[in-house]
């Protein structure tokens, strides 16, 4: 679901003041650091100035709208082109601003998604899928083999709710299970394929029910689809970028599991809201 749609984002960032007024009133108007009222006159350059005494300030300072010098009309431009999943060049052309500029703000985009990610990470259960896929790399090979190169991704997902995904060393029980355990409620039903890290399941507090590939996909409940949906999802997506450096990976690995989860919501509002909590950033000052 898309909230703004692009003639009203066309009209608000037409205008600097109102780009601005908009994002305060996302913030509820902060209070003047000076006097406390929340009465302003809106002025330029991310400022706003005190209709009481007078005082200037950013309202934005603590936020990650400040990491970079952009104004607020680019910043919500951004915004809507990274929602609609457009590349951070084509962006940088349509907002009219530098490839470093605008693949820096999408990285701080990207940043805002992870920490709200570890921030509100809720407990999957009821019925539940595990799966591991292979991301990146030249070679294919094997589950569990072959994986040279790749970057090995562990994926959970609860049946009628949320994928939770993370990047694992190896496929080993030990780490999957402790994956596994740290997210999943014990009592649940996990399916999964008939790859041999999965047999500890039961003894981790679950009921483990599980399909073999070599022979069928699906039988009755035990299927493992919906994950292996979510494989399909992330990298058709991940494959538009053309390559992503490794240190930065997680940060693509974690938009694709919000996108996902969050694919019937207004993704534009999401991100504002995650950008205007309050950070600590160095060097920032009036």
Known sequence: MNGMNLIELGKL???EKKSLQYLCKKLEYPSCPSCGQKEFYFMTRQR??????SYDFRPLR???????????SKWLSLIKLFELSVSARRASAEAELSYNTALRAFDIIRLSILHDSIDHGAELKGEIELDESYFGGKRKGNRGRGAAG????FGILERGGKVSVDIVKDVSAETLMN???????????????KWRSYDSLMFCGYKHLNIDHKYK???????????????????????????ISPHKFLLYLK???WRYNNRNEDLFDLIVHYMLRPIKLENNKE
């Open 13 to 15: 960032v037409s205008d």
């Open 48 to 53: 706003i100035r005190c209709a009481r005494c």
């Open 217 to 243: 996909f699906k039988q009755g409940k035990v299927y493992i689809n919906g994950v292996e949906g979510f494989w399909s999802f992330a990298k058709e997506r991940l494959i538009k970028h053309h390559g």
């Open 62 to 72: 603590s936020t990650s709208f400040s990491a970079i010098k952009i104004s607020a």
């Open 255 to 257: 938009e694709m599991e």
């Open 179 to 193: 994956e596994t355990v740290k997210k999943v409620r014990r009592g649940s039903i996990v399916y999964t394929d």
């Open 150 to 153: 790749k970057t090995i991704v």
